[in-house]
């Protein structure tokens, strides 16, 4: 699941302009990063085309943190 981190805090970064040391699995997407929800669903929409998944709404709603999108992530791609 680190790869899986890796390539959605690069994302993160690209989008929100944010520096990679600042985000990890814990960052909480809207406390931590400050993101807004308008950040939050481009880097969904770009982690999905990533991966060639679709993460759906009941699923974004236990999404909070940066891990949290990874492990979502990773339960699509091994289902």
Avoid: C, F, W
Avoid at 1 to 22: F, G, H, Q, W, Y
């Amino acid at each position: 699941m680190e790869n899986t981190v890796e390539v959605i805090s690069k994302i993160i970064e690209d989008i929100a302009d944010i520096p990679l040391d600042e985000i990890s699995a814990d960052s909480h997407m809207m406390d931590d990063l400050d993101l807004s929800s308008l950040e939050i669903m481009s880097i969904v929409g770009d982690v999905e085309r990533k991966y060639n998944i679709k993460i759906s709404e009941d699923e974004l709603l236990s999404v909070r943190t940066v891990g949290d999108l990874a492990e979502a992530v990773q339960k699509k791609i091994s289902a």
